[in-house]
């Protein structure tokens, strides 16, 4: 390491602003080198850019053609439920009620409702497509109920793998007490909801 | 006259979910919470972690930022302690052999103070145009003299010492009150 006047031409500078330019010039030496940022970190965490997502309210007419896709969903859910509970497989799934979910890009999900089961669990069936395969082993996706827009109940977590990603889930809380699902993105021990990602 | 905006209007316009202004403060801390946690951790990993922890607490926590109470810098530099805390607490820990002598490491208070300095610092850095800081961390930690970093940036030796004395008086205004 260069001593000050090594590195900083002092010509011309009065006492008290060379005194402030040492002070600066002790300080670079303490502080020592930056460190170089990985290529992980070159751009905003994942995390926060999930939640930097914005959710305006859907155009009427979208939100029209959105229920007219999934009313058809329904139907399409109803049929195929109905056939494959009569093949008797093990993975009959009799799908009651469609929920899309939207999010960023090109984000969005269908989460697909059975009926309640003989122990009062309600099966659910998550379809996700377009999120982002997580950086990190810890991290994941994780479905909520909601109760005013805040997540509260948790239902399942989920990773991807980049494509679209099926999961079965199956909770026991009452619908009728939320308002709608959330899914946010998970960092390994977050004991809270994390940033959302998909929303109805 | 600086006219950069504020750590602190960053934090305010971050919380109203202007994603330009959290853009800005990743771009001025995103360095300077890195360092921190690798002093802190050691482990390049958990220090890429920490920091993607970080980042999401100040979203999240935004609108929980006082300005009355303080300006920015301290406010994320406690939010990245947090996390950072966070990711330390979350290790194995291997236990050590008790040393027969005291250490001759810098003690708790003396860590935080240079912690602090480093991140004040490397938080100014990023506000140097890119030449300044170039030609700073050319003279200060790569062992090269003036001349040689002339020679390496082909640029005259006045230039370079003219940059030097620029970062180091753009740098004096930023630090304002540390120094």
Redesign the interface.
Same mark, same amino acid.
């Given at each position: 390491m260069s001593d000050f006047r090594d590195i900083v031409d002092t010509d011309g500078l009065d006492g008290e602003e060379e005194a402030r330019l040492r002070r600066v010039h002790d300080l670079l030496v303490q502080a020592g080198p930056p460190p170089d940022l990985p290529p992980s970190l070159e751009r905003t965490p994942e995390a926060a850019e999930a939640e930097i997502v914005q959710f305006p309210l859907l155009p009427r007419r979208r939100w029209a053609a959105l229920a007219v896709a999934a009313a058809f969903l329904v139907l399409i859910a109803f049929a195929g439920g109905y056939l494959l509970a009569g093949s008797k497989g093990s993975s009959s799934f009799a799908v009651e009620r469609v929920v899309p979910m939207q999010g960023a890009g090109d984000a969005q999900a269908i989460l697909r409702i059975s009926s309640k089961d003989g122990a009062d669990n309600w099966p659910m069936e998550l379809e996700v497509s377009g999120l982002r395969k997580q950086l990190h082993r810890a991290s994941y996706y994780e479905l909520w109920l909601t109760k005013g827009g805040k997540p509260v109940e948790p239902c399942g977590f989920f990773r991807v793998d980049g494509s679209t990603t099926t999961v079965r889930m199956s909770v026991p809380y009452d619908f009728a007490q939320a308002d709608g699902w959330v899914v946010t993105a998970q960092r390994d021990g977050a004991r809270v909801p994390g940033p959302v990602v998909l929303r109805t | 006259m600086r006219l950069v905006t504020s750590d602190g209007e960053l934090i305010q316009r971050a919380a109203t979910?202007d994603?330009s202004a959290? $853009?800005d403060l990743?771009r001025r801390y @995103? *360095?300077?919470v890195?360092?921190l946690a690798?002093r802190r951790l050691g482990d *390049?990993g958990r220090a $890429?972690?920490a920091?993607? $922890?970080t980042? @999401?607490s100040?979203? *999240?926590s935004a609108g929980s930022y006082k300005p009355e109470r303080g300006p920015g810098a301290p406010w994320i530099y406690a939010v990245a302690r947090n996390a950072i805390v966070?990711r330390a607490r979350?290790r194995t820990e291997v236990p050590a052999d008790i040393p027969d002598e005291p250490s001759a490491d810098a003690g708790p208070a003396d860590r935080t103070e #240079?912690s602090w300095? @480093?991140w *004040?610092?490397?938080r100014a /850095?990023e506000e140097l145009p890119e030449r300044e800081r170039e030609v700073?961390?050319l003279?200060?930690?790569s062992g090269l003299? #003036?001349s040689e970093v002339a020679e390496f940036l082909g640029i005259p030796l006045g230039t370079v010492?003219?940059r030097?004395?620029a970062a /180091?008086?753009r740098?004096?205004e930023i /630090?304002g009150d540390? /120094?």
């Open positions: - | 979910g994603r959290f $853009e990743y @995103a *360095r300077p890195f360092g690798l *390049r $890429e972690d920091v993607q $922890e980042f @999401a100040v979203w *999240r966070d979350a #240079q300095v @480093a *004040r610092v490397h /850095l700073i961390g003279a200060y930690w003299s #003036q010492k003219t030097t004395r /180091l008086h740098l004096s /630090l540390d /120094l």
